[in-house]
């Protein structure tokens, strides 16, 4: 069974920075694609940033240049840091990934971003 448990999530101001993580449970981690989507208030989720097993970053065009993404292998963990935050980054972030067909979700955190 995979498990995902995302934390850092927080009030922040804007211009300002968080770090996220998400913590994976199984062997599968080091092979595996993670993924971190967010859903702001009234919108559908979306795709924020991936990171393949050996390294290879993907990002929205909203947050390029402004969030970058890693992973520890053995800590079994991948990071969102969030740079430059904007209100209309505010949003439930969720960690995924997908295993033998399978999604996995964790919980979410919540940022904020306000004044």
């Known amino acids: 069974q995979v498990q995902l448990v995302e934390s850092g999530g927080g009030l922040v101001q804007p211009g300002g920075s968080l770090r996220l993580s998400c913590a994976a449970s199984?062997?599968?981690?080091?092979?595996?694609?993670m993924d971190w989507y967010r859903q702001a208030p009234g919108k559908e989720r979306e795709l924020v940033a991936a990171?393949?097993?050996?390294?290879?970053?993907n990002f929205a065009d909203s947050v390029k240049g402004r969030f970058t993404i890693s992973r520890d292998n053995r800590k079994n963990t991948v990071y969102l840091h969030l740079n430059s935050l904007q209100p209309e980054d505010t949003a439930v972030y969720y960690c995924?990934?997908?295993?033998?067909?399978?999604?996995?979700w964790g919980k979410g955190t919540l940022v904020t971003v306000s004044s």
């Open positions: 990171i393949t097993s050996v390294g290879g970053t």
């Open positions: 995924h990934s997908r295993r033998y067909a399978v999604d996995y």
């Open positions: 199984g062997s599968f981690f080091s092979i595996a694609t």
